[in-house]
């Protein structure tokens, strides 16, 4: 996180955020209790930093963003959500179409096969354990997340957001919408943090199922911006 801000945001406001970070009672009270969403955060945020040198070769890069995120989804399917405008946006404007089927093919896969393989000794008995497909049995076809809750649309902005940034919820509110966009603008780069965070709150906004640990991947990226 130190890293990305010193590139993203310049030391000053790294020194913020990681003051933030460290001191945000949820943050703190979700990443020991909620084993796999704190790894989803963990590798997140790695795989960030190496996601902003990523350009139009197949690098070191390519290969830990790829082996991260590939493995964020198969512990939690949810979790390549907020890379979908980022990965669009390198292939779009950086060239990157190439190096991400290459390490598709040559990294994601290995991984989503040791992993199906790994929870088909564990928990598959004489079946295949497919995790996505199970997934959307589960939650999309069958819809039985709702048996865990379901909140409205905006809970996420009007409750969630509010009991993990307390005092300071109207800062991060503005600096992960207009306030990074511009910086950004006038420093002619674009505002991968937002693009990452915003989409990653739609999405979860319309799933009717909501928690507040679903939101940890986005807690150091948010303070970044707000820092």
């Not at 993990?164 to 674009?190: D, R």
Request: with cysteine; glycine share 6%.
């Amino acid at each position: 996180m130190w890293k990305i801000g010193k590139k993203v945001i310049g030391v000053d406001g790294s020194r913020i955020a990681m003051l933030l970070l460290v001191t945000n009672r949820c943050q703190n009270e979700y990443i020991i209790r909620c084993f796999t969403n704190g790894l989803e955060q963990i590798f997140s945020v790695i795989a960030f930093y190496f996601y902003i040198d990523q350009n139009r070769s197949f690098s070191v890069n390519t290969v830990v963003l790829t082996a991260l995120i590939s493995l964020a989804f198969m512990m939690r399917n949810t979790s390549p959500i907020g890379w979908i405008p980022l990965l669009a946006y390198k292939v779009l404007f950086s060239g990157s179409l190439i190096p991400f089927i290459l390490s598709g093919i040559f990294v994601a896969l290995p991984i989503l096969a040791l992993c199906t393989y790994v929870d088909t000794v564990y928990y598959g008995g004489n079946e295949w354990v497919f995790t996505g497909i199970n997934f959307l049995k589960v939650n999309v076809v069958h819809g039985l997340s709702k048996y865990f809750g379901e909140d409205p649309w905006y809970w996420y902005l009007a409750a969630f957001a509010p009991l993990i940034y307390t005092a300071i919820y109207p800062i991060v509110l503005y600096a992960n919408t207009l306030g990074h966009m511009e910086i950004q603008s006038k420093k002619g780069q674009p505002a991968y943090l937002t693009y990452y965070v915003c989409f990653y709150v739609f999405f979860f906004s319309v799933i009717p199922h909501k928690e507040a640990r679903f939101l940890l991947p986005l807690i150091p990226f948010t303070l970044l911006t707000t820092g």
